[in-house]
């Protein structure tokens, strides 16, 4: 089965969440086109959420996504955090931050019951989890508004086991794709396989459609996915210099600099593995330092850092996501770009 049937949508294109760099609008733009819009919730609270589907209601009647985390929240740990900010402190001192006005506490939330609620009020036709899946309870509530259930495997592993736990569908993401790794079952980064290797096998072991996720920018991408098996496609980093994204501009020159060659997974901005263009920070510190605190706490210090040096035209602590292979950023409208991209779907 392609994706076409299973989500009610008239191309086989899935844009993928990017939180922090799109909005409804963005959705909206890709839905109205004939593919899969999504919104982010992962930096949303409730009413914020709320407010998001209230405005993509007022654009498009068509299917659309919201994607969720479920990562569990940590415990604080002092110690971490004293060595996390001793690892920051030249750039603190450089920037004449001081470390006690740096907020605590998680700044994003997995999948709760509030969140739950938004779900049943606003009835999307596609809910999509990243890091595995809520727990039972909340995974029903949200499959009885009859949501089609989608997450993120990097691994065959990971794949078997969220078909065993009931999604509709699978996006293989492959070690290509920008942003965070979808990963939950290891948190070994050398278990990491591509795009065109972990499609293949998880179309092979699953019975539900498999989305390929990762390295995918053009056309060419697009029937290579479907020559694999793939029942559709999932684009992030091609859309990034669309017409309705919100990038920043600092983020849009650098996917459109030599530097965006250069992409690797960091730890450095949440806490998770996510991958980036190389920046000063990365280059200093490391990728994947052991002083970095866990998801989400990482973001805070680096907050700060961003909210002192963008304003200066400065991304050096900028969390600069992209996949790697940029080639198909465009600034274009992305109702395009999702034309372009299924141009490639032979069927």
């Not at 920051?88 to 609620?117: K, V, W, Y």
């Not at 699978?170 to 942003?179: D, F, L, N, P, Y």
Request: hydrophobic residues 45%; aromatic residues 6%.
């Amino acid at each position: 089965m392609d994706i076409r049937d299973l989500l009610q949508i008239t191309l086989p294109i899935i844009q993928a969440p990017m939180a922090g760099s799109q909005n409804h609008q963005l959705a909206a733009a890709v839905s109205e086109a004939g593919g899969l819009g999504s919104i982010p919730a992962g930096m949303l609270n409730p009413e914020t959420l709320d407010a998001e589907l209230t405005a993509m209601a007022a654009l498009t009647r068509k299917p659309y996504n919201v994607n969720f985390f479920c990562h569990q929240t940590p415990a604080d740990d002092p110690a971490r955090t004293e060595a996390w900010l001793a690892l920051l402190a030249p750039f603190l001192n450089e920037f004449a931050i001081d470390p006690a006005s740096i907020p605590g506490g998680a700044t994003r939330q997995p999948f709760d019951a509030a969140m739950a609620e938004v779900v049943e009020r606003h009835r999307p036709l596609v809910v999509s989890f990243h890091f595995g899946l809520p727990t039972r309870d909340l995974l029903e509530r949200v499959k009885a508004t009859g949501a089609k259930i989608l997450s993120s495997a990097t691994t065959l592993e990971e794949g078997r086991w969220l078909q065993a736990h009931g999604v509709d569908a699978v996006i293989a993401q492959g070690v290509e794709a920008g942003g965070h790794r979808g990963m939950f079952l290891s948190d070994d980064i050398n278990g990491q396989v591509g795009t065109f290797a972990l499609l293949p096998q998880l179309v092979a072991a699953l019975d539900v459609p498999v989305i390929a996720a990762g390295g995918i920018a053009d056309a060419r991408c697009v029937t290579a996915a479907q020559a694999l098996g793939a029942a559709g496609v999932q684009v992030g980093t091609a859309y990034l210099l669309c017409d309705e994204s919100r990038a920043s501009q600092l983020h849009r020159q650098a996917l459109q600099s030599p530097f965006a060659e250069h992409t690797v997974l960091t730890t450095l901005f949440s806490g998770r593995p996510a991958r980036g263009i190389v920046n000063r920070l990365i280059r200093e510190v490391g990728a994947r330092p052991e002083a970095v605190p866990a998801f989400p706490l990482a973001g805070n210090a680096i907050g700060s850092l961003r909210a002192a040096a963008e304003p200066l035209g400065i991304d050096h602590f900028s969390p600069l996501w992209a996949g790697q292979n940029v080639s198909g950023c465009q600034p274009i409208p992305a109702a395009r770009l999702t034309e372009a991209l299924a141009a490639g779907w032979k069927n």
